[in-house]
Each structure stands twice: as C-alpha cells, then as structure tokens.
C-alpha cells in the first residue's frame, strides 16, 4: 500500500487532497456540517425542494406503495408505473414528443453521447462540458473533437473538415456548472443545422433554475424544440436522484435500444421517481420559484462585487470566486467556514490547472439578508488568508487561442480536456 500513501501524500502537498464532510439533517439553506451550524452556500438543491413536505409525502407513499427499489433494469421488470408517469411529465415539461429516465445524470450524458457517436463519426465537446460528457466520448470510441469554450469560430472550423458523410455530434452544457456562463444555445443550433449534426444540452443545471418557468436555458433561447436531446436531472433543482433525456418519439426509442447505462443498469427507485414527480408539479404551480432562485444569485452577485470580487462571468446560481492556486482556495474555504459559511473548495482535475475556486451555489430557499451577509465573510475569510478579492489574474474560463490549430489530446475524465482531436481509442489506451 505504499505507493497508495506516497500517492496521498503528494495530494495533500498539493492541495488537492479530499475528504467527506458530514451533514446532519436535511439540505436546507442552514445545515449542520461536522457538528458545526453554517450557511449551505454549495448544494444544488437549487429550489430548496429536497425538503419540502410534498416532495417528502410522495417519496414516503412510494415506498409503502411500490417498495424501496425497482428490482431490475427498465428493459426487464423495472419500469413501473411511476416510472412512466414521471417520463410523461417530463416530455410535457420539455415540450417534446417523449422523455426516457436514467439512474443518475452521470449515466444519461454516459449514455446518450456514447450512442449517438458512432465509431467513424465524430463528436464536437465544448471544453469546459462535465466529466460525464467526456466519459460518454470515451465509451463511444468515435473521434472527438474539443472545441474551446464556447468558441463558436472554432467549433465551425472543427465541422468544416468532417468527412463526406461522417456523422457529426455537437455537445455541451446549457449552463456550466463551474462557472455559472450559459452556452450560445441559439448559434450552436444554427451551427447543427449548417452542418448536419445532432446537438445534445445537458441541462442539469438549468432545469428549474433559468428559463420561463424554470424550463432551462434551452427554453430561455427559445430553441428547446430544435435541439435533439436535452438531457435534464431529478438531483438537483427537482430535489431528488435520477436523470432524464427528453427527445422524440424515435430519439427514444433509439436510446432504450442502444444507451448501455439505462439497459444494463437497475431502474431508478420508485422513492425517488415519485418526489422527482411531485417536484416538478410544484414548480409548475409556482414558477415564482425559479425567479426566486434567479433573484437570490443576482443579490449574491452584486454583493460580491460590491466587495471586490470579479462575478462578471456568471449569470446563473452558480458563481465562481477565482484564487488560483488550490491550496489556498481550501484556505479560504476554511477560513469562510470559521465564519459560518461553507463554500467548497474546487481543484483540478475539476477545473482547469489554476483557477482553483469557491463554487458558490444559490438556493430560492436563501434569504437576501443571508446571501448579503455570506459575501462580506468570504470576502473576509479571503483577506485573512492573504487574498484580494478579485486579485486573481485568471478567467474563469480559459480564453480561445487566436488561431485554431488541431492537436491531438489526451484528457483524464475528470478533466476539462484542452482544445483539439484526440482518438477515441487512443484515450481509452492512455486511461
């Protein structure tokens, strides 16, 4: 076990090194963490339904009702009744012909990249896009190509040198999830129809959060019908576990037939489809849940900038505080805590190789006043570790070079991997 020690060892010399906190009771907007009461300023239970009474009712009855788990994969016995409901109200909510569920959002990016880019075709992956979205290029073993972040110039050079016929698959995040930006939705649409290509958004971090309604950035563009996967999650605005790919009546089809994850994978459990439900209908009945939530991180921001720091990036829930270096954005996440706010530490392989960060993450269940006060003490924690707010000289995402050049990459899976081609086969090789 040495090499396991020594290897350890060089995280933690790093500030790279992490550990599981504990939190005691529900994700509420205060929570007690390690035994320690503080302001919850990093969890994606965005509208604060994770707890709310319907949402615990539903889950509760579920279980009574349907049992604690579906026993099988959804192409076996595990598609119960739930299951179809939720789908249905799903589809309804996207506005599409149909909506297929997935275990987690992790296995529904893993599955519905992976079978839609075929071996000899190739797929466009903004290079900022999830860990999860990586992956399901990984597992397609189609060629693919990283297009610098939110590059739309460079995307278009990448689609101009496709093959005559070669099968063309753009992906990205509707909003990023490390940075709080929100892709050109619109343009990569026009992009897709210029040249052929399916577009998948994963909008795990726009559902219930920007949009009319809170029906994601997709539908703020008003592109969410020209789009041929949008890929939503039941964990974080919905307050829940799962994920859900909303398409056509043959999109999904496609995806029960081909997607790996949802056929050898066991159905998502009826507790958490069922509060996933009752979710979604409260934020239908009461829209002004997501304004809330956008109302929140705009006093957050303005806030921070009242105190030096550099939110300009961020137009969504997720605000991103730069310091840099990744030992002392654990410092400040500290230091914030000491002050009554957790606000988590991210660090490569996260986010890129120096933009080490606080993620701050709103909830509609947070006060104005709280988010007004939790500013001043990260600004605070910051300067007691010898921080400026805003001194950090680095984007929060890295800036597309001049020129383009194609270059072929290899990029861990957590890892937003730099711009260029690299071989499908090749990363699973270099893995």
């Not at 610098?148 to 460079?154: A, G, I, Y």
Request: charged share 20%; proline share 6%.
């Amino acid at each position: 076990m040495s090499e396991i020690e020594d290897r350890l060892d060089e995280l933690k010399e790093l500030g790279l090194y992490r550990r599981m906190r504990m939190v005691s009771g529900p994700q509420g907007p205060r929570v007690v963490l390690d035994g320690q009461p503080v302001l919850l300023l990093c969890s994606n239970n965005y509208l604060g339904l994770a707890d709310h009474p319907c949402v615990r009712e539903a889950a509760a009855d579920a279980a009574m009702r349907w049992g604690v788990g579906a026993g099988a994969s959804r192409l076996v016995s595990g598609t119960m009744t739930i299951h179809r409901r939720l789908e249905e109200r799903l589809a309804a909510f996207e506005g599409r012909e149909a909506c297929v569920l997935f275990g987690s959002g992790y296995l529904a990016n893993v599955g519905v990249v992976s079978a839609l880019a075929q071996p000899g075709g190739m797929v466009f992956s903004d290079a900022l896009n999830h860990a999860s979205i990586i992956d399901g290029c990984r597992l397609a073993r189609a060629e693919t190509f990283v297009y610098d972040h939110c590059d739309l110039d460079h995307l278009a050079w990448g689609l101009e040198r496709l093959e005559d016929g070669q099968g063309a698959v753009i992906v990205t995040d509707g909003v990023f999830s490390m940075d709080g930006d929100v892709a050109p939705l619109a343009e990569l649409v026009a992009l897709a129809h210029e040249f052929d290509a399916r577009l998948v958004v994963d909008e795990a971090h726009g559902t219930g959060a920007v949009g009319p309604g809170g029906r994601g950035a997709c539908a703020d563009a008003g592109i969410e019908g020209e789009v041929d996967v949008i890929v939503g999650t039941l964990g974080k605005s919905l307050g829940s576990y799962g994920a859900y790919a909303a398409c056509d009546d043959a999109m999904a089809a496609y995806l029960v037939n081909t997607a790996r994850p949802l056929i050898f994978s066991t159905a998502p459990p009826p507790p958490a489809v069922a509060g996933a439900l009752a979710a979604l209908e409260l934020l239908a009945a009461e829209p002004r849940r997501a304004e809330k939530l956008q109302a929140n991180a705009l006093a957050l921001r303005e806030a921070l900038a009242a105190d030096g720091w550099d939110v300009s990036g961020s137009a969504t829930q997720i605000v991103p505080l730069i310091v840099g270096d990744a030992a002392l954005a654990v410092r400040v996440c500290e230091a914030a805590l000491g002050r009554g706010v957790f606000a988590q530490a991210i660090r490569p392989p996260t986010v890129p190789a120096g933009t080490s960060r606080l993620r701050l993450a709103v909830m509609a269940s947070h006060t104005k006043a709280e988010l007004r006060a939790a500013a001043k003490a990260i600004g605070a924690a910051a300067r007691a570790c010898g921080f400026q707010p805003g001194a950090a000289d680095v984007p929060a995402a890295p800036a597309p070079p001049a020129a383009p050049e194609p270059r072929r990459s290899i990029a861990a899976p957590e890892a937003p991997a730099p711009a260029g081609v690299f071989d499908g086969e090749a990363f699973e090789r270099a893995a």
